[in-house]
């Protein structure tokens, strides 16, 4: 019997093949293909070239079917809306956090 000495991205906990991905998101790999030569999608690749999806993969890609879905963004738009709500996000965070130091954790309502 061997044992590697490191862990393939196919064995991390978690980790789906893009056979397996594609089942769970309810998508054809032509798709998830293309997402991932956007930068959309970022897998794990290992030794062998296959990909291999994490948990937050399957988020990533809930919220691109709900963009194209709900407000018909087109692939080429996706990168831009999805980078552009994440610093949305993380600037309800800041101000959040910031909020609360003012008001030493109390909401004003």
Known sequence: MTYPLTRTPGHTLGCQSLTAFCHTGGVHPEMVQRLVA???LEP???DAGN???GRD???ALA???RLRAGLGVNY???GLVIDLLD???ALERELR???SRRTGGRSWT
Do not use: N
Request: aromatic share 8%; charged share 25%.
């Open 38 to 40: 956007l930068g959309i």
């Open 44 to 46: 794990e690749r290992d």
């Open 51 to 53: 990909l291999w999806f």
């Open 57 to 59: 993969q399957v988020l």
């Open 63 to 65: 919220r691109v079917r």
């Open 76 to 78: 080429a738009a996706l």
């Open 87 to 89: 610093r949305v996000a």
């Open 97 to 99: 956090v910031t909020t």
